[in-house]
């Protein structure tokens, strides 16, 4: 079992949808959350950085986090065209390490 | 202020042959890590330096190795190159202590023929 489960898409939606994006974690010892957005031949980009459970928002994203049922979600409103991009749930340990587990990324393509 | 940067951006190799790669952080940051993206795997985790040492590995063969230096500028090598190293690989820095953001360069694409 991969400690990051993610759902690799693609998932399409119309523009001005709610997107929803999810991963699911098994170690408990993970305790910082990450959302990466991806283009296209380009390194990750940083989204949303939380450590606590509950929602974090900024802008018209929102990450929700649920270490009771190891869960943690995406939220994209009023989703755009430019959102189109490959999104990353990454996570890692409390102490002693920048190793990042990363899943393996949902593709999303928002129709205009 | 500049992001990461990762040279060369695209690189094509034979089996057998070496190959060094380039990370310079942003400016500040003293971690850098290091890891390989494929369509299969997704995104592992190679190593981690920080303050010329490296901090953590990941489960991949010794052929595998990095560096760092004084200025924090890292580079990997991969040694004896097989078809499966053909990958992007994405270099990553954060500022020292536990709870910083790591911030990706646009990665180095490795084609291994």
């Known amino acids: 079992q991969k400690e990051v489960e993610q759902d690799p898409g693609p998932l399409s939606v119309p523009e001005g949808a709610i997107v929803s994006l999810n991963c699911t974690y098994s170690?408990?010892?993970?305790?910082?959350f990450m959302w990466y957005r991806q283009y296209s031949r380009k390194g990750p980009e940083l989204l949303m950085y939380?450590?606590?459970?509950g929602n974090k928002e900024d802008g018209r994203f929102t990450a929700q986090v649920d270490k009771s049922s190891k869960y943690i979600s995406l939220f994209i409103r009023d989703s755009q065209p430019s959102d189109s991009a490959t999104y990353l749930c990454?996570?890692?340990?409390?102490?002693?390490?920048?190793?990042?587990?990363f899943g393996t990324g949902t593709r999303l393509k928002v129709l205009a | 202020k500049a992001g990461v940067t990762q040279t060369p951006r695209y690189l094509i190799k034979t089996r057998g042959q070496q190959v060094t790669l380039s990370c310079s952080p942003i400016?500040?940051?003293?971690?850098v890590s290091w890891y390989q993206q494929t369509p299969g795997q997704g995104l592992q985790f190679l190593f981690e330096?920080?303050?010329?040492?490296?901090?953590n590995k990941g489960n991949f063969p010794g052929r595998f190795s990095g560096r760092q230096f004084s200025n924090s500028r890292s580079e990997m090598n991969v040694s004896t190159l097989e078809l499966g190293d053909s990958a992007l690989y994405l270099c990553?820095?954060?500022?020292?202590?536990?709870?910083?953001?790591?911030?990706f360069g646009p990665g180095t694409r490795l084609t291994v023929l």
């Open positions: 990454a996570t890692r340990r409390t102490s002693g390490t920048y190793k990042y587990i």
């Open positions: 170690n408990s010892a993970f305790q910082y």
């Open positions: 939380t450590y606590s459970s």
């Open positions: 400016s500040g940051h003293r971690s």
């Open positions: 330096y920080f303050s010329e040492t490296q901090r």
């Open positions: 990553a820095s954060s500022r020292a202590g536990q709870n910083n953001e790591q911030f």
